[in-house]
């Protein structure tokens, strides 16, 4: 094994595990209350090509380093995905409780938002790896953010690498109006939030319903 693959490898544990663990909060929310804040999760570790640009961009040697570690606290990452601006308060307020991680850093990128029209909550947590060496303290970095910001976001991720960063200007206008758009699209459906998860849980019911009635008629197919 390279010492990058020793180095990342609890990175990547790390986002296994958290990715599992996230999941079950989702579940357990889904159990307890009739509505789950949390959409799904995604998670990876940065590749080395984005690690080594963001090295060079802060001035510090690419080589695995506990200054490496430090400088760059977003290599281990994991994303939340929300219906409702308002559901990213609940799952924030939920991680601050953990006692499987410490929350070290907050940015609020929603009720502020960046100059480009970014939008997302950002939190660092310190999660322990077990090691055969011992606990590791990783840093990991958890977006939280509504579907319709994702979907900019994303979008703008993709325009950064064909321009480099330095958009021409009608590309940053357009980019800015998408933002406020994907922003006006979420404070729409969370006023007609009750509507929205009432449709939605007539819509669990009738497939229920009709896989059971499914499962029904084919064994009365089968013993006929």
Known sequence: MGQWERF???YKQAVDELKIKLKGMRTQFATE??????EFVTGRVKPLASIYDKALEKGIPFEPSDLLASEIPDIAGLRIMCQFVDDIGAVVESIRRRKDMVVTEERDY????????????HMIVEYPVQTIHGEIAIPVEIQIRTLAMNFWA??????????KGDFPEVIKERLQSAAEAAFSLDEEMSKIRDEIQEAQRYFSEYKSDSRNDLRKSGKGGDEG
């Open 33 to 38: 209350i009739e509505h789950a804040p949390i």
């Open 8 to 10: 990342l490898e609890p």
């Open 154 to 163: 994303t979008i703008e991720h993709s325009l950064n690498y064909k321009y």
């Open 110 to 121: 929603i009720s502020k938002n960046k100059p480009s029209g970014y939008r997302s909550y």
